[in-house]
C-alpha cells in the first residue's frame, strides 16, 4: 500500500484540528472581555460620582436695604371739593373765572344782579334811622314818667327787630357776589351771563388738588403695622407708572365689619397738577424697614412640615440648612437665622436633593445689583 504523500499529511493535519482552533479563538475573547472588566473596575471612583451628580444652579446672597410695605389700590380723590350754590337768585351780571382756573378762599367767582337788594337795604336803613330816633324819644319821655314804661319798651322791641332785617338785607346783598368757599381749581361752571338762578342753583365747583387722597381699604389682620405718618409709595397707571410720594394722616379707628377692613387715608402731594381725581393708583404703605439686610432669592427656599430651610454646596454636596426669614419682597428674603452671609444657595434644582447629595452646578448666577434691594416688600 502506498504511504500518503507530505500534501495529504498536511490537508489532514487542517481538517483533524479545528476544534482545537475554535477553543484558542474562545479562550482569547474571554480574557479580553476580562481585561476590560478589569479596566472598568479598576475607573476612578471620583469620575463615576461626578457622573451621578445632581445639577444645580446657585446664587449668592447679598446685603442690601429693604422694606416691608401693604400694597392696596384705590382711586385719587380730591382733599377738598365744594359745589358753589347760589344763595340768593337773580340775573347772573358777570363771570370771572373759567374751568381750570386756580382760585383762593373768598375770591369772587361770578356776581348777580342785586338792585333790589340794594333798595331794599337803603329802605331798611332809612327806617332804621327813624326807628332809633323814635325809641329815643321814648325813653326820654319814659324816664321823666310822662308816658308809660311799656311804651319805650315796645319802641325798643320794633328797633332790634328792624336791625335784624337790616342785617340779612345786607347779607343777602353780600350773597350777589358769588366767592369760592375754598381754595383750589374751579373744575366746573354751570351758569352763563344772563341766566336767571334761583337761590340754591349749583353754579361752580371748585377742587382742591393739592394734595389729593387716597382711601385704601386694609384688612384688620394688617391694623398693627400701620400707623400716621407712615410713607407710601403711589403708582399711577394711567401715567405710566408714574410713582408719587404720600404719607398716611389719619387710620379709621373702627373695621367695617361687613367687609373686615379699615379705612387709611392716604394723602399725596401734586404741586405739579399732574394727577386728576378719579385716577385709578396702586398705593405701597412702607411699615418696616431694613438698611443692611441679609436676603436670598425667594426661589431658593424649600418648605416642609411647616419649616424653611435652603441648600448651599459645600464640597461639592449638598447641604441643608434651617433658616428663619424676615421681610419680603418680590424676589428677596430677609435671613434672620440660619446662614451666615458667605454660602451660595441652591435656586435650581434642589427638589430632591438631601444633606450628602453629590451636586454639580451648572450654572452659577452672580450677585444682584444692591440698588434693586430697594424694592417694596410685599406684607406676608
Known amino acids: 500500500m502506498l504511504e500518503p504523500g507530505p500534501w495529504e499529511t498536511s490537508d489532514v493535519t487542517s481538517i483533524r484540528h479545528p476544534a482545537r482552533l475554535s477553543l484558542a479563538l474562545f479562550v482569547a475573547a474571554a480574557l479580553a472581555v476580562g481585561c476590560s472588566n478589569g479596566k472598568a473596575k479598576d475607573k476612578d471612583p471620583e469620575s463615576a460620582t461626578a457622573d451621578s451628580a445632581v445639577p444645580v444652579e446657585t446664587q449668592p446672597l447679598r446685603r442690601a436695604p429693604i422694606v416691608a410695605v401693604y400694597s392696596g389700590t384705590a382711586p385719587i380723590e380730591a382733599h377738598e371739593e365744594a359745589e358753589v350754590v347760589a344763595k340768593v337768585g337773580g340775573e347772573v351780571r358777570q363771570i370771572f373765572v373759567e374751568e381750570g382756573d386756580v382760585v383762593q378762599a373768598g375770591k369772587i367767582l361770578a356776581r348777580l344782579d342785586g338792585d333790589r337788594?340794594?333798595?331794599?337795604?337803603?329802605?331798611?336803613?332809612?327806617?332804621?334811622?327813624?326807628?332809633?330816633?323814635?325809641?329815643?324819644r321814648q325813653l326820654e319821655l319814659s324816664n321823666k314818667g310822662l308816658v308809660a314804661k311799656g311804651v319805650a319798651e315796645n319802641a325798643k322791641f320794633d328797633l332790634d327787630a328792624l336791625r335784624a332785617t337790616y342785617d340779612r338785607a345786607r347779607l343777602e346783598l353780600g350773597y350777589t357776589e358769588i366767592r369760592a368757599p375754598i381754595s383750589g381749581v374751579v373744575s366746573a361752571r354751570h351758569i352763563k351771563v344772563g341766566n336767571t338762578i334761583a337761590e340754591g342753583t349749583p353754579t361752580f365747583r371748585v377742587t382742591n388738588l393739592d394734595p389729593l387722597v387716597a382711601y385704601v381699604h386694609i384688612p384688620e389682620k394688617e391694623f398693627r403695622k400701620l400707623a400716621p405718618n407712615q410713607t407710601a409709595d403711589v403708582l399711577v397707571d394711567?401715567?405710566?407708572?408714574?410713582?408719587?410720594?404720600?404719607?398716611?394722616?389719619?387710620?379709621?379707628?373702627?373695621?367695617?365689619?361687613?367687609?373686615?377692613?379699615?379705612?387709611?387715608?392716604?394723602?399725596?402731594?401734586?404741586?405739579?397738577?399732574?394727577?386728576?381725581?378719579?385716577?385709578?393708583?396702586?398705593?405701597?404703605?412702607?411699615?418696616?424697614?431694613?438698611?443692611d439686610a441679609l436676603q436670598l432669592p425667594r426661589n431658593a427656599i424649600v418648605e416642609s412640615d411647616g419649616e424653611q430651610m435652603v441648600f448651599v454646596v459645600v464640597n461639592d454636596k449638598a447641604e441643608q440648612r434651617l433658616v428663619r426669614t424676615g421681610l419680603a419682597n418680590s424676589g428677596?428674603?430677609?435671613?434672620?437665622?440660619?446662614?451666615?452671609?458667605?454660602?451660595?444657595?441652591?435656586?435650581?434644582?434642589?427638589?430632591g436633593l438631601k444633606t450628602g447629595t453629590a451636586v454639580k452646578v451648572v450654572e452659577d448666577t452672580k450677585p444682584a445689583a444692591a440698588g434693586s434691594a430697594g424694592a417694596a416688600a410685599k406684607a406676608r
Open 332 to 351: 428677596w428674603i430677609e435671613v434672620l437665622e440660619g446662614l451666615q452671609g458667605d454660602e451660595r444657595v441652591v435656586v435650581v434644582g434642589q427638589g
Open 117 to 136: 337788594l340794594r333798595l331794599q337795604v337803603a329802605e331798611t336803613d332809612a327806617n332804621l334811622r327813624k326807628l332809633e330816633r323814635d325809641y329815643n
Open 238 to 291: 394711567a401715567l405710566g407708572g408714574e410713582r408719587f410720594t404720600g404719607t398716611i394722616s389719619r387710620i379709621s379707628p373702627t373695621v367695617d365689619p361687613k367687609t373686615g377692613t379699615f379705612r387709611a387715608r392716604v394723602e399725596v402731594p401734586d404741586p405739579s397738577r399732574r394727577l386728576k381725581p378719579g385716577m385709578f393708583a396702586r398705593v405701597n404703605i412702607v411699615y418696616e424697614r431694613r438698611d
